[in-house]
């Protein structure tokens, strides 16, 4: 049961990042839901299960885009085991802390996407390459607690 | 006495508060409707005056990042559409499809900075390379510096171009600059398509 609920969570994330209301997208930019519920599951999932929904999540984002598949399929997964590996070092109970560490990950997330981009050949201005950097990862940030509320009522569940 | 006439029209004030909460809802539906309808209309009138083969589509789903600029269709290999088919709305260019199932599409949207239109200004026919940038406005490289380009300028695709077809309006040069290098000039383009807002699109069989 806790599966189909990770899946059916997994699908709804993904459909609300697929048709995100225009009225809440904030210079061209919008909160990555998917990355937010594959680390939210990191502190709520043994560290297999969490990196297999790693995996799921990832390759669902891969399937919408354009770009090469399964680029997001392992960035999430390397997340997943860097945040698993901190969270043996240091508390992540702290809400602050659990904050810092999606605002760390979803920046270096969209750096590697970036500098990816960049080095595929493509010409993004520094101006356009600063807003998708730090507007994604602060709004990515500010949704987590909502998505993390869903991983934990999920991960309680039965 | 009055209390029982009290009553009663408390009781119609809140029917009649329901019926206005429910026609106001039956209100806003019908107003999208009729924008829908409106779109529609001036799809199938495109359509119908257009040269090209063309099946019609909704954009169904867009890109989960900012790093890129796509949308899914709701139609796919069944209606005939194929990757590299080009996509265009009766305001312009739209993109090209880079992949098809059964049912759906993949879209790239021409200001996907992995889009590459080769183009022209319509008035001194001055070719051009438009890509996008992943911000509101396209970019036109390789222009020589004497390159004969103004504000306000119209560009189309070229014939150079093995995938789309020549003539379609890409958008409308708003600004002009020079490259790095000193050699080239590059246009910022304005797509004729609002790519942000799109709902319905044309795609081209050819």
């Given at each position: 049961?806790?599966?189909?609920?990770?899946?059916?969570?997994?699908?709804?994330?993904?459909?609300?990042?697929?048709?995100?209301?225009?009225?809440?997208?904030?210079?061209?930019?919008?909160?990555?839901?998917?990355?937010?519920?594959?680390?939210?599951?990191?502190?709520?999932?043994?560290?297999?299960?969490?990196?297999?929904?790693?995996?799921?999540?990832?390759?669902?984002?891969?399937?919408?885009?354009?770009?090469?598949?399964?680029?997001?399929?392992?960035?999430?997964?390397?997340?997943?085991?860097?945040?698993?590996?901190?969270?043996?070092?240091?508390?992540?109970?702290?809400?602050?802390?659990?904050?810092?560490?999606?605002?760390?990950?979803?920046?270096?997330?969209?750096?590697?996407?970036?500098?990816?981009?960049?080095?595929?050949?493509?010409?993004?201005?520094?101006?356009?390459?600063?807003?998708?950097?730090?507007?994604?990862?602060?709004?990515?940030?500010?949704?987590?607690?909502?998505?993390?509320?869903?991983?934990?009522?999920?991960?309680?569940?039965? | 006495?009055?209390?029982?006439?009290?009553?009663?029209?408390?009781?119609?004030?809140?029917?009649?508060?329901?019926?206005?909460?429910?026609?106001?809802?039956?209100?806003?539906?019908?107003?999208?409707?009729?924008?829908?309808?409106?779109?529609?209309?001036?799809?199938?009138?495109?359509?119908?005056?257009?040269?090209?083969?063309?099946?019609?589509?909704?954009?169904?789903?867009?890109?989960?990042?900012?790093?890129?600029?796509?949308?899914?269709?709701?139609?796919?290999?069944?209606?005939?559409?194929?990757?590299?088919?080009?996509?265009?709305?009766?305001a312009g260019l739209?993109?090209?499809?880079?992949?098809?199932?059964?049912?759906?599409?993949?879209?790239?949207?021409?200001?996907?900075?992995?889009?590459?239109?080769?183009?022209?200004?319509?008035?001194?026919?001055?070719?051009?390379?438009?890509?996008?940038?992943?911000?509101?406005?396209?970019?036109?490289?390789?222009?020589?510096?004497?390159?004969?380009?103004?504000?306000?300028?119209l560009v189309v695709?070229?014939?150079?171009?093995?995938?789309?077809?020549?003539g379609i309006l890409v958008g409308?040069?708003?600004?002009?600059?020079?490259?790095?290098?000193?050699?080239?000039?590059?246009?910022?383009?304005?797509?004729a398509?609002?790519?942000?807002?799109?709902?319905?699109?044309?795609?081209?069989?050819?």
């Amino acid at each position: 049961m806790k599966r189909l609920l990770i899946l059916l969570a997994i699908i709804i994330l993904a459909t609300l990042q697929l048709n995100w209301p225009a009225c809440l997208v904030f210079f061209h930019c919008k909160p990555d839901l998917l990355l937010i519920f594959a680390l939210a599951l990191v502190f709520y999932l043994d560290f297999k299960y969490a990196l297999l929904c790693a995996a799921l999540t990832g390759l669902v984002k891969d399937v919408f885009l354009p770009a090469t598949l399964g680029f997001n399929m392992v960035l999430f997964c390397l997340w997943v085991y860097l945040v698993d590996r901190l969270n043996r070092q240091i508390s992540a109970e702290e809400v602050y802390v659990r904050w810092a560490v999606v605002l760390l990950t979803a920046f270096l997330h969209n750096l590697i996407l970036g500098l990816a981009s960049l080095a595929g050949g493509n010409i993004i201005s520094p101006v356009i390459f600063l807003r998708n950097l730090l507007i994604i990862s602060v709004y990515t940030t500010l949704i987590s607690p909502a998505v993390f509320k869903l991983a934990k009522k999920i991960s309680s569940t039965f | 006495m009055g209390l029982v006439f009290y009553h009663r029209n408390m009781l119609l004030a809140q029917k009649l508060q329901q019926d206005l909460g429910f026609l106001r809802a039956r209100l806003f539906d019908l107003r999208e409707i009729n924008l829908e309808n409106a779109r529609l209309r001036g799809l199938l009138n495109f359509k119908q005056k257009s040269p090209w083969r063309l099946v019609a589509a909704r954009v169904v789903a867009r890109s989960p990042d900012s790093w890129s600029s796509s949308v899914i269709l709701d139609k796919g290999r069944y209606n005939g559409i194929k990757p590299g088919m080009v996509v265009i709305s009766p305001a312009g260019l739209v993109g090209t499809v880079i992949e098809s199932a059964q049912d759906s599409a993949k879209v790239l949207l021409v200001n996907d900075p992995n889009q590459g239109v080769s183009s022209i200004i319509q008035r001194s026919r001055q070719e051009g390379l438009v890509s996008g940038t992943l911000g509101t406005n396209l970019i036109m490289r390789y222009l020589p510096d004497d390159a004969d380009i103004a504000v306000g300028d119209l560009v189309v695709t070229s014939e150079l171009s093995q995938l789309y077809p020549k003539g379609i309006l890409v958008g409308r040069v708003v600004n002009l600059g020079k490259e790095f290098s000193g050699l080239n000039r590059y246009a910022l383009v304005k797509p004729a398509v609002d790519l942000a807002n799109i709902e319905e699109v044309l795609v081209i069989i050819p």
